[in-house]
Antibody
Framework: EVQLVQSGAEVAKPGESLNISCEAS????????IAWVRQTPEKGLEFMGI????????RYNPSFQGQVTLSVDKSSTTAYLQWSSLRASDTAIYYC????????????WGQGTLVTVSS | EIVLTQSPGALSLSPGERATLSCRAS???????LAWYQQKPGQAPRLLIY???NRATGIPDRFSGSGSGTDFTLTISRLEPEDFAVYYC??????????FGQGTKLEIK
């Protein structure tokens, strides 16, 4: 069974750095792309970018380029979403997800991680 | 950026009725790159339809998708109680410049 298990909710202050994780199991981690999707009440679902664990090729939606960093650790089959300096507007639920190719529907989703940024 | 506009924003129907949800793209897209997802409260979205008309694994055949160009439709033939949720369309032909519609909330009447 394909599983994407995300790390728990986070509360952070503006300007802080943060790292959330997504541990994959039940399939060949290096053969599928991992996508990250943001969800807020104001803007709905937003596609942030994708990373291929096989070679760490990464493609960002221009709206998120420079705002976040995607990475993977093949040894632990875990993907990461990182911020170097959080903003209040980063408050959202973040989902990791699996897709077969760069141009593909999202076939599996993690349970989501709520990130709250507040002073 | 391709903007997807879903209508109606909310739909109130009774179990057993037929639901028709619309997704309109701001420019023509290939049907191959259009998907539909279902999201229930407190849960992640779930893939229902890909390639505009192909049901994902395990999706009941009361769910069907159709459309081409700029107009796409998700139809639920006979609503079951578990179908009341929010539905999103997504275009992914220009990945990672993917976009989602704003959603249609399907409510029990």
């Amino acid at each position: 069974e394909v599983q994407l298990v995300q790390s728990g909710a986070e509360v952070a202050k503006p300007g802080e750095s943060l790292n959330i994780s997504c541990e994959a199991s039940g399939y060949s981690f290096t053969s599928y792309w991992i996508a990250w999707v943001r969800q807020t009440p104001e803007k709905g679902l937003e596609f942030m970018g994708i990373i291929y664990p096989g070679d760490s090729e990464t493609r960002y939606n221009p709206s998120f380029q420079g705002q976040v960093t995607l990475s993977v650790d093949k040894s632990s089959t875990t993907a990461y979403l990182q911020w170097s300096s959080l903003r209040a507007s980063d408050t959202a639920i973040y989902y990791c997800a699996r897709q077969r190719g760069v141009v593909a529907a999202i076939s599996s989703w993690g349970q989501g991680t709520l990130v709250t940024v507040s002073s | 950026e391709i903007v997807l506009t879903q209508s109606p924003g909310a739909l109130s129907l009774s179990p057993g009725e037929r639901a028709t949800l619309s997704c309109r793209a701001s420019q023509s897209i290939s049907a191959s790159f259009l998907a539909w997802y279902q999201q229930k409260p407190g849960q992640a979205p779930r893939l229902l339809i890909y390639g505009a008309s192909n049901r994902a694994t395990g999706i009941p055949d009361r769910f069907s998708g159709s459309g081409s160009g700029t107009d796409f439709t998700l139809t639920i033939s006979r609503l079951e109680p578990e179908d009341f949720a929010v539905y999103y369309c997504q275009q992914f032909g220009r990945s990672p410049r993917c976009s989602f519609g704003q959603g249609t909330k399907l409510e029990i009447k």
